[in-house]
């Protein structure tokens, strides 16, 4: 408590002394959160993180998340310089959607609008029409589906599902997944669903649809909390990262949330519904993160220019 304390503080004071900003997601840990709330930054899903990085004036913006975030911020404020606590921190979306093999992809089907999600690399994202993140991903669909446009969708496959499924576009999707929300199952939330008969299920949409088919609500990360907050009910079983159980418990104190079971029976794992690479952003390296070098995020401009473009339609949607 008191070495944390103590990180905390040593953190805070270089932030200050470099002019830099934290700018951590929901899915970090309690401590990163609360420190980027105690120093003026941010704590938010993948879309609002962006939207804070490019429009803060600090000369350096820290990302507490995972590396396509970083390369997100770099992207849009390419004068800005953006260090991650570690460049390890992947995702399996991103892992799982390298830029050859979606380009064939992309090739084989000319006539479709790419649309793909945040999660990928700036060489994916480069390659396509349009960035979605999860709390917009199914607006920008309908609206395409209503300009007579046909998809291709990438990587998530639960959330292609799931956005082809609610707004009935003509969508082809990746073959990805996320290997945090993948775990999820639907035995299990309604085995915990009898025990706590009032509780309501929140779902993040990279979860399976059996999943989302019991769901209350689904929606991105902000949305889940925005719907704790907003419900008449008191206790929730959530479908997603661990991490935002920090807002959830600071949004709506009085109210009792649960993790979504991972096993068939119910039972809760602490470790599970915990994605790995958040998990990578620790205090000690956010300590480091001024020192180490190496962690510096870089984006090869003629990329970063092509992947402006679909990142810009994405910050300009208006639901
Ligand atoms: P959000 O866009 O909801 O922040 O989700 C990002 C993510 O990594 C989900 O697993
Ligand atoms: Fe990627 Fe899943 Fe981790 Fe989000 S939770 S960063 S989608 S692996």
């Known amino acids: 408590e008191q070495q944390t304390q103590a990180l905390m503080d040593s953190i805070a004071k270089k932030l200050k002394q470099e002019d ?8 970090t840990a309690p ?13 938010s899903d993948s879309l609002e993180m962006a939207r804070f990085g490019r429009d803060h004036p600090a000369k350096t913006l820290i990302v507490a998340g ?7 911020a770099k992207i849009l404020t390419p004068n800005k ?50 960035v979605v993140t999860s709390s917009i991903a199914l607006q920008v669909a309908e609206h395409l589906n209503q300009q007579g446009e046909k998809i291709l969708w990438a990587p998530d496959r639960h959330l292609g599902a799931y956005v082809k499924k609610a707004s009935g576009a003509d969508i082809i999707a990746w073959d990805g997944a996320c290997i945090v929300h993948e775990e999820f199952k639907a035995r299990g939330i309604l085995d915990l669903k009898r025990a706590h008969p009032d509780a309501e299920v ?12 019991i769901a209350d609500q689904i929606g991105s990360t902000t949305q889940i909390i925005q719907a704790a907050v907003s419900s008449k009910a008191s206790k929730f079983i959530v479908a997603t990262d661990q991490g935002i159980f920090y807002k959830l418990q600071q949004a709506a104190p009085d109210k009792i949330f649960m993790i979504a079971p991972t096993a068939g029976n ?29 962690n510096e995020i870089f984006v090869e401009p003629a990329l970063a220019e092509r992947a402006m473009l679909p990142l810009e339609r994405m910050l300009s949607f208006k639901a």
């Open 81 to 130: 310089r953006v260090l991650m606590p570690t460049l390890e921190a992947t995702c399996s979306l991103d892992i799982g959607c390298p830029i050859d093999q979606f380009d064939a992809f992309c090739n084989e089907h000319p006539d479709r609008t790419v649309v793909v999600y945040a999660n990928t690399s700036a060489a994916v994202k480069a390659r396509a029409d349009w």
């Open 20 to 27: 830099a900003v934290l700018v951590a997601h929901y899915y």
């Open 202 to 213: 929140l779902a993040h949409p990279e979860s399976p649809d059996s999943v989302l088919e």
């Open 266 to 294: 119910g039972a809760t794992c602490r470790s599970c519904a915990n994605c790995p690479w958040m998990a990578m952003n620790e205090l000690e390296a956010l300590d480091r993160v001024f020192e180490v070098g190496g």
């Open 31 to 43: 401590e990163v959160q609360a420190l980027a709330e105690q120093t003026g930054g941010f704590v």
């Open 66 to 72: 995972v590396k396509f975030m970083g390369e997100t």
